[in-house]
């Protein structure tokens, strides 16, 4: 399949497309053209890769938790359970610092002590 129909079809750049295929996530061969022929399941692989990064996921993490992933299921191997809580303690971290930052904005705004 070439590159534009798994662009129309997952609603990928093909920019991304390419970006995913340079770290590993997708599994394409080259025709004597030089053109990327991306095979059989990339629709779906793409789905899944849409799926962990917005869950946040780094695209190197993305790397180690893709081949444990079936389907919509993730085979918990202690090395991705591991990637997996340290997601969730960087989004608890950024979490935390945004509540920090909106109660600083909010008790400026209440207590007015804005500079005018």
Same mark, same amino acid.
């Given at each position: 399949m070439?590159?534009?129909?798994?662009?129309?079809?997952?609603?990928? @750049?093909?920019? @991304? %497309?390419?970006?995913?295929?340079a770290?590993?996530l997708?599994?394409?061969?080259?025709? @004597?053209? $030089?053109?990327?022929?991306? $095979?059989?399941?990339?629709?779906?692989?793409?789905?899944?890769?849409?799926?962990?990064l917005?869950? $946040?996921?780094?695209?190197?993490?993305?790397r180690?938790?893709l081949?444990?992933?079936?389907?919509?299921?993730?085979? &918990?191997?202690?090395?991705?359970?591991?990637?997996?809580?340290?997601?969730?303690?960087?989004?608890?971290?950024? &979490?935390?610092? %945004?509540?920090?930052?909106?109660? %600083?904005?909010?008790? &400026?705004?209440?207590?007015?002590?804005l500079?005018k």
């Amino acid at each position: 399949m070439r590159i534009g129909e798994v662009q129309r079809l997952t609603g990928v @750049s093909a920019r @991304s %497309l390419r970006h995913y295929d340079a770290h590993g996530l997708l599994a394409t061969a080259r025709n @004597s053209n $030089g053109y990327r022929d991306f $095979g059989e399941g990339t629709v779906e692989q793409v789905g899944r890769i849409k799926r962990l990064l917005a869950a $946040g996921f780094s695209i190197d993490t993305i790397r180690h938790v893709l081949p444990c992933v079936n389907g919509d299921q993730v085979e &918990m191997c202690p090395k991705v359970a591991a990637l997996i809580r340290d997601e969730l303690l960087d989004i608890d971290n950024a &979490m935390a610092d %945004l509540t920090r930052k909106r109660d %600083l904005v909010t008790s &400026m705004i209440t207590e007015q002590r804005l500079a005018k």
